[in-house]
């Protein structure tokens, strides 16, 4: 039973500025913690004051209650919190971050998520894609990713508008350059060893930016993606977000045409791995729907900033369908958020959990060493 929401700092700070923590005390006196993330700068100033008076109404709403999963914690804190923007949305997810802490010590918790969620019993412990940036990408960064030996190393682009030809030159030739150098890297730095990580792809709708139009030009994307494949060599690629389309079932329709066209190239055929298209994974379990009606993508991708009870959702709806449930942990992770993700993908069963690198290796570091110790349990 929840006894009381707590805030730390109890009272606000001056400007509004400080990390924030949001606690649930249980009717046994432990108390389980989440990070409150707020949107940066002027806005996060804007926002902080009204948290304190947001947790009045969610200590009354939750208050000698024992919700009756995620689910029912997650409608019980928003109908507490009404309309309320950013506030309200940081609250409502930390809420719910700090209850699937308080969940993780009971036993048999992962199977009770499961049963909630309607998601598959499995034991699939997840592998580490570290990935970084284009901002952040030196090749001393990199170098420190490839030596925890990743399973896939990442590369993921920001630029967008005009910016992506400059980024990626006009035919992604520069693209195709980072990842031959990817894989000359590995090789150097793991010589003899057989290492060949997976390379990994956050587009950001960079191909189709390229192509201007990738509904009409699908070939344009389609040549990019051959090219990207060479560069790869023996490696596989995964492709995430190779265009951007504004509505769910018109960008999950040519999703599923580039991954027939890229199955059916002579290039393709050649490979050992296929490549992989995926896709973020929509917050709304209906736009997930989407994509497992249509198999449109081999799986989504959970952003662990999110909210939780709505990606479990829609993860869920894709592993119905038989598509992969992956997780990503953002730059600015914090220890608890990773713990906690971890925790979640082999709820999910996710084939791997994607950590960025883009502050430090830290992330990563950690993820590799929780996995390790599950792995001996």
């Known amino acids: 039973m929840i006894t009381d929401v707590l805030l730390a700092p109890a009272t606000p700070q001056q400007g509004g500025a400080g990390p924030l923590s949001l ?3 249980l009717d046994n006196g432990a108390v389980s913690w989440a990070d409150v993330f707020l949107p940066a700068g002027p806005a996060r100033a804007a926002a902080a004051p009204a948290l304190y008076a947001l947790r009045e109404r969610i200590t009354a709403a939750l208050g000698g209650q024992s919700p009756d999963g995620l689910g029912d914690l997650s409608q019980r804190v928003r109908a507490a919190i009404g309309g309320e923007g950013a506030a309200g949305a ?17 036993p048999e918790v992962a199977g009770q998520l499961r049963r909630e969620y309607g998601l598959p019993d499995g034991n699939t412990l997840p ?4 990935e970084i940036s284009d901002y952040a990408a030196t090749a ?15 590369y993921r682009l920001t630029a967008t508008g005009d910016l992506v030809a400059a980024a990626i030159g006009e035919k992604a030739e520069y693209l195709q350059r980072f990842v031959r150098e990817l894989g000359r890297r590995a090789d150097m730095l793991a010589p003899g060893e057989g290492y060949a990580p997976i390379v990994y792809l956050g587009l950001n709708g960079a191909l189709g930016q390229l192509a201007g139009d990738p509904v009409r030009h699908i070939g344009k994307v389609l040549g990019h993606v051959v090219g990207l494949q060479d560069a790869a060599g023996a490696r ?14 018109a960008q999950a329709a040519n999703l599923n045409r580039l991954k027939d066209f890229i199955r059916r190239t002579p290039n393709s055929l050649q490979r050992a791995e296929p490549t992989q298209v995926v896709a973020p994974c929509p917050p709304a379990a209906d736009e997930a729907q989407v994509y497992a009606d249509t198999g449109a993508v081999h799986g989504l991708v959970a952003d662990a900033s999110g909210d939780p009870h709505q990606l479990l959702g829609s993860l869920a709806r894709a592993r119905a369908a038989g598509l992969d449930a992956y997780w990503r942990l953002p730059a600015g992770a914090t220890l608890r958020q990773i713990a906690l993700v971890v925790f979640l993908a082999q709820v999910t069963s996710s084939p791997a959990i994607l950590v960025s690198g883009d502050d430090s290796d830290v992330g990563p ?12 349990e």
């Open 23 to 25: 606690g649930l005390r």
């Open 90 to 106: 940081a609250l409502a997810g930390a809420a719910q971050w700090a209850y699937l802490a308080a969940l993780q010590a009971q």
């Open 127 to 130: 592998v580490v894609y570290a």
């Open 140 to 154: 001393e960064r990199v170098d420190r990713l490839l030596a925890l030996r990743p399973a896939a190393m990442g």
């Open 236 to 249: 596989q690629l995964f492709l995430e977000e190779p265009f951007r389309l504004d509505e769910t079932l």
């Open 365 to 376: 570091t950690l993820v590799t060493r929780l996995l390790a110790e599950a792995a001996t």
